[in-house]
């Protein structure tokens, strides 16, 4: 997130004077604004997004939403993500599976791209962004933070390989 606030000026400034219509350029101004003001308290409402949806997957919670609008927004951030990251996320999904011995699914996986999108866009809502303010900053959202996950799914797939072979060297000594 920190990544995503670092260039959200940066993007907006260019959603801005790459439209040439002075209403929709002060919309973009007043919604770098705004975000300014409520930098904190969106971290904070994700951060605390996500932790109780990783801590409610472990419980099997399920934490979906009632508006099917915004639901439906994450899903479309979240597909290029998927795509683009699929042989990786593919991978964490079946060793995610693996330690935690239950059947899992690239929709449900905490750190999976529809669970991100969705607890950001979820945030958003919950600090009363409008919904054209969500789309705009969604476009951000995935251009900063969706399509940059590959180094964190990378190091993930790589922990869990580690805790896996760590597992099996533990069973194959005791036998």
């Known amino acids: 997130m920190e990544g995503f606030y670092s260039n959200l000026e940066d993007g907006l400034f260019e959603l801005a004077y790459r439209d040439s219509d002075s209403s929709y ?16 308290l969106l971290m904070d409402t994700f951060t605390k997004r996500m932790n109780d949806g990783a801590a409610a997957w472990f419980e099997d919670v399920d934490l979906a939403s ?15 993500c998927s795509a683009h990251f699929g042989a990786l996320l593919r991978s964490i999904v079946d060793r995610v599976a693996e330690v935690t ?7 449900s996986l905490p750190v999976g791209p529809y669970q991100v999108a969705r607890h950001f866009v979820q945030s958003c809502h919950l600090i009363e962004f ?3 303010s969500i789309e705009v900053v969604q476009d951000l ?5 969706l399509d940059r996950l590959g180094t964190a799914y990378g190091q993930f797939n790589r ?17």
């Open 130 to 132: 409008d919904k054209a």
């Open 141 to 145: 959202f995935l251009r900063f933070v």
């Open 66 to 80: 009632d508006d099917r609008e915004l639901d439906a927004i994450a899903l479309a951030m979240s597909r290029k």
């Open 25 to 40: 350029q002060g919309y973009c101004f007043n919604l770098m604004r705004e975000l300014r003001f409520r930098r904190q």
């Open 101 to 107: 011995d239950r059947p899992m699914d690239l929709a």
């Open 159 to 175: 922990a869990l390989s580690a805790s896996l072979a760590s597992d099996l060297e533990r069973q194959l000594a005791s036998a």
